[in-house]
């Protein structure tokens, strides 16, 4: 983080040379024998290599903080916790280690928010790639007696598959994130919401559109780990939600680029993710029953 912000600071005109020497001094400093200059060193060239792509996932998640408004700490700090996040072989460092560490340092080295600002982001990035890890069980703490799930906080989530009818054509209204897979509207209820309330704000909040509630889709449930709130207990539904066939427009919302009206003959072609293909599938039959 020391040598990436030198190198920020400095507009990025530094030689390698100089790159080298300053990762050196910083590491007999912070970390004296030597011993994590090699993962140092591949961090902080991979951090630079992909420059580009992990400032763009910065922008498109926190969408009202354009990158050169970012302090400079902590945009060197979400571009270590992005690559970490993204690129590292999460056998060696977990998602929820890579976040973890990230806020610890915007708390030490940031401004007086700049641990709930990284959090945010990454926590964003996080969901977006579909909570990677979020069952994966420490071998330290196996030991202790299981965590009954229906003691956990519970977080309610729903999603909707929304569709509209133009003439003899039935449309899906899908969005597209930061990692290139169109998905459903979805987002979290809020407290005394029921399903008919949640679903028709999370989708006019996320795609502008004025949904009717229809059938229940499926449902699930799991256990994550918040990186503040710590385990909780998550319980997805799906509805089928009918729009009239109008302007679909995305809302700011942190790890979407786009929305879109999708032809039901071309839904087989679009990139989804595995587990949304199931909810999907489900809602294309219903429609084409019922057309």
Not at 41 to 51: I, T
Not at 153 to 173: I, M, N, S, T
Not at 248 to 260: E, F, H, P, R, V
């Amino acid at each position: 983080m020391q040598v990436l912000y030198e190198w920020d600071f400095r507009g990025g005109s530094i030689t390698d040379l100089e790159l080298e020497k300053s990762l050196v001094r910083d590491a007999e400093e912070f970390a004296p024998g030597g011993h994590d200059i090699a993962f140092m060193r591949k961090l902080m060239l991979g951090v630079l290599e992909k420059r580009a792509q992990l400032d763009d996932i910065i922008e498109k998640a926190a969408p009202d903080w354009p990158i050169d408004k970012i302090a400079i700490v902590d945009r060197n700090i979400l571009r270590l916790g992005l690559y970490e996040l993204l690129f590292e072989d999460r056998t060696q460092v977990p998602a929820k280690v890579a976040i973890n560490e990230a806020i610890e340092l915007a708390k030490i080295y940031g401004g007086e928010t700049s641990g709930k600002f990284v959090n945010g982001v990454l926590g964003a990035v996080y969901k977006e790639l579909g909570e990677p890890g979020k069952d994966e069980v420490s071998k330290k703490k196996s030991h202790h007696e299981p965590v009954d799930p229906k003691t956990l906080p519970l977080d309610k989530l729903g999603g909707a598959v929304v569709f509209a009818r133009e003439g003899d054509q039935v449309y899906l209204g899908l969005v597209h994130d930061i990692f290139g897979h169109w998905t459903l509207s979805k987002g979290h209820y809020k407290e005394g919401e029921d399903d008919e309330q949640a679903l028709t704000r999370i989708v006019m909040e996320e795609i502008n559109l004025p949904v009717k509630i229809g059938e229940l889709l499926g449902e699930n449930e799991y256990v994550a780990s918040h990186p503040e709130k710590g385990k909780m207990r998550k319980h997805v539904r799906y509805f089928l939600a009918e729009s009239p066939y109008q302007e679909i427009s995305l809302q700011k919302s942190g790890g979407l680029d786009d929305a879109k009206w999708w032809k039901l003959a071309d839904i087989l072609d679009l990139n989804l993710y595995d587990d949304m293909i199931p909810v999907i599938t489900k809602a294309v039959t219903i429609l084409l029953q019922k057309k």
